[in-house]
């Protein structure tokens, strides 16, 4: 096994050790035992626990911002904004639907640092945030389009609008209500976007105007 296939086979220990367990319980002695490997091996690859936790979140959002890209990029070429957003959450729901323990791992680490340690799960969510704003950029250079409000902005208000449909999901695993939301999303997110302008056309002019002579001025 290569260093890398170690390292994945940790992160991916860690995810399952923290969804069904909890972070608490989220011990390296818990991860190695669920890889499967030493416990040397764990501060061989990662300087501690927290270095770990936060590979976790590191990678679980990088997979979540590529499954969302790869999945606009299925649609065809000449699709609208609005079905490759659509396509893009929709890539979403099913990773999520194939895996709920990936997104629960996150929540739960989230959730501990809420009460423990604001500052992380600030530099979490910003994390988030950023790979959803990388996503949308990705969109309107594909596009041509240009978002009518700044991108952290957008990407503020998808994110949160994403996490509620995921919390919603993980609490009823109601795909089709998901789906329903996800046309409704996309359809609201259409309204900030506009066409980029053509910097290589030229403004149409204005119709030229006849003076009005005084003798067939009407007024």
Same mark, same amino acid.
């Given at each position: ?5 170690? %390292? ?5 220990? &860690? ?6 367990? @909890? ?12 890889? @499967? ?20 979140? !590191? ?7 590529? !499954? ?9 070429? #000449? ?22 323990? %990936?997104?629960? &791992?996150?929540?739960?680490?989230? !959730? ?48 949160? &609008? ?9 609490? #009823? ?22 066409? !980029? ?23």
């Amino acid at each position: 096994m290569t260093f890398e296939d170690r %390292r994945q086979a940790l992160v991916d220990a &860690a995810v399952r050790v923290i969804a069904r367990d @909890g972070l608490a319980a989220a011990t390296t002695r818990a991860i190695v035992g669920e890889a @499967g490997m030493p416990q040397g091996a764990l501060f061989y690859i990662f300087s501690s626990r927290d270095a770990l936790i936060t590979e976790v979140i !590191t990678h679980i959002t990088e997979q979540e911002r590529l !499954t969302a890209v790869l999945s606009a990029d299925m649609v065809a070429d #000449d699709a609208s904004l609005h079905e490759v957003l659509s396509e893009a959450m929709l890539g979403y729901l099913r990773m999520l639907e194939e895996d709920p323990a %990936r997104e629960l &791992a996150l929540l739960e680490v989230a !959730t501990h640092a809420i009460r423990h340690d604001r500052a992380a799960v600030n530099k979490q969510w910003q994390t988030y945030r950023s790979a959803v704003a990388d996503a949308l950029s990705y969109l309107a250079e594909r596009m041509s389009i240009t978002w009518e409000l700044p991108l952290t902005q957008v990407a503020h208000l998808v994110t949160s &609008a994403i996490d509620g449909l995921t919390l919603s999901w993980l609490t #009823d695993r109601d795909t089709e209500a998901a789906r329903r939301n996800i046309d409704v999303l996309a359809t609201a997110i259409v309204t900030l976007a506009a066409p !980029t302008a053509d910097p290589t056309s030229s403004p149409t002019p204005a119709p030229a105007t006849t003076p009005t002579s005084p003798e067939t001025d009407a007024r």
